[in-house]
């Protein structure tokens, strides 16, 4: 999955954590600071829940997932998912 690939999962994600929200700032860069988009603290924990769930990443080991930035989150997954999801275009 290449790093865009990755930013629009991570929308798609964010989309279902915080889904009555008209506001929602698309994640645009790999380098963004999570808090300073329309994200609060709790969507982005659920975020990094739901993303725990599709790389399939240990529940023990889930507990450590943390970050500042999409890139964060993006090294943690690879180094931890035991699967790497597909990306299929919609295109």
Not at 3 to 11: G, H, P, T
Not at 56 to 71: I, L, N
């Amino acid at each position: 999955m290449t790093d865009q690939e990755f930013l629009q999962l991570l929308n798609e994600v964010a989309k279902k954590a915080k889904p009555f929200n008209n506001e929602l700032t698309f994640i645009d860069s790999m380098d963004t600071r999570l808090n300073e988009t329309s994200l609060d603290s709790l969507d982005i924990l659920t975020c990094a829940i739901h993303l725990c769930e599709i790389y399939d990443v240990e529940e023990e080991q889930s507990k450590e997932m943390s970050g500042e930035t999409p890139r964060d989150f993006f090294d943690f997954l690879k180094k931890w998912g035991r699967k790497q999801p597909s990306f299929s275009r919609t295109n």
